[in-house]
């Protein structure tokens, strides 16, 4: 069982070291924006409403989840799922 989730963590490292196709290279782009700006909100040096804060911490989880899906994805030529070998 430990051997199968190591092969799975592996398996999602070798995906994110692949070539990002260029729709989500520019989608991963545009979530380290929302997540610049969610930062920048949420952070602020002045004192906001907490409505704002609230909103800023929704762009920050929204641009963090758009980057690192993003980040996974790979074109389909050059996803080859690899089946577990069988003792």
Same mark, same amino acid.
């Given at each position: 069982m430990e051997k199968r989730k190591q092969?799975? @963590? !592996?398996?999602?490292?070798?995906?994110c070291k692949k070539e990002t196709p260029p729709f989500f290279k520019k989608l991963r782009t545009a979530g380290l924006v @929302? !997540?610049?700006i969610g930062t920048s909100i949420v952070a602020a040096p002045i004192t906001l409403p907490a409505i704002a804060v609230t909103i800023g911490g929704y762009?920050?989880?929204g641009g963090t989840v758009i980057t690192a899906v993003s980040q996974t994805a790979v074109s389909e030529n050059e996803c080859d799922?690899?089946?577990p070998k069988k003792k």
């Open positions: 092969d799975k @963590l !592996a398996s999602a490292g070798k995906r @929302l !997540a610049a762009v920050l989880l799922l690899e089946e």
